[in-house]
């Protein structure tokens, strides 16, 4: 573990501000040293897709199975800057559930004007109805990293609804259309507002937020990361090869990816499954991690 970590816990006001609206801005989360080779390493794999036809130069393309190809990819599992914000929300017994990337070019010249490309959900699928409380549970949460700049709205921004993570809040009338040729929306929530943020910036959301898609109108081939976290006795969300990167991982980012001595230590863990609480006793003493609330400051 990067003890870099150390200088990047949740504070008070940030876990409030989570807690209270689902959603945390981590700005400069990633260096621009780091960003240019995440950058590459999505632009390789993007640049294949399309010369194999399995990305459409005027549509979305998105991918899951990228952990194990470019070491920037890897290097994000436990990422100094989100990671202490991740542990500090969902506690130590998580791992990297999920992960996929976005690639959105610009809308093409000749789009049809059309409404209804909102796409409102609440992650997870099923969960949401075969889990049906009040409030839905947290199970995990998103950190997305912003490679491209979206500062500003219409660059393909995803939208977010404060503090909808309590409310189970129904989807519009109008929502869910999948038409890429889509450019303009109509009936945006008034509580709606799409995040606009630089270069470089992380967006931690909790699963449970309302949140939607909305086209790219500018110049600007939008693209972006997302990595989930969730608790250890979650199934793995993607197909992430990622078996062959244990031996090479310290123990922390071997548990992040996944591994385990035995299928209950995920139900019940071992110190050798949950490495990650090992150190946090090591750093902050037991009551760091018996303690219901989440670790930080």
Known sequence: MNRESLNHLITEDEREHFEKQGYLYIPNAL????RDRLLNAVD???????????????????YSNFIGIDDAFLDLVDHPTTLPKVWGILGWNIYLYHAHLHVKPPAPEDA?????????????????????THPRPRLSLK?????????EPGRGNFYIR???HYSDV????SEISRDPREKTSSDIPDDAIPVCVEPGTAVLFDRRLWH????????????????????????????????????RSDPIRRQLL????????????????????????????????????????
């Open 258 to 297: 996944g591994d385990a001595v035995k299928n209950n230590g995920r139900y019940i863990p071992s110190d050798d499954d949950v490495p990650l609480r090992g150190w946090l006793i090591e750093q902050f003493g037991e009551k760091s991690v018996n303690s219901q609330a989440p670790l930080g400051t």
């Open 44 to 62: 390789k794999l993007y640049d294949d897709a399309l010369a194999t036809g399995r990305a459409n130069p005027q549509n979305q393309w998105g």
């Open 170 to 173: 129904p989807l519009p009338e």
């Open 112 to 132: 049809q004007v059309g409404d209804g490309w909102l796409e409102w959900h609440q992650d997870s699928g099923r969960v949401n109805i075969e889990m049906e």
């Open 212 to 247: 939607s898609r909305s086209p790219n109108t500018s110049d600007i081939t939008r693209k972006a990361l997302f990595y989930g976290y969730g608790y250890r006795w979650i199934r793995p969300k993607d197909d992430m090869v990622v078996e062959h990167l244990y031996e």
């Open 143 to 151: 950190v997305a990293y912003f490679l491209t700049d979206v500062s």
């Open 162 to 164: 404060p503090g909808s």
């Open 31 to 34: 260096s621009p040293v780091l």
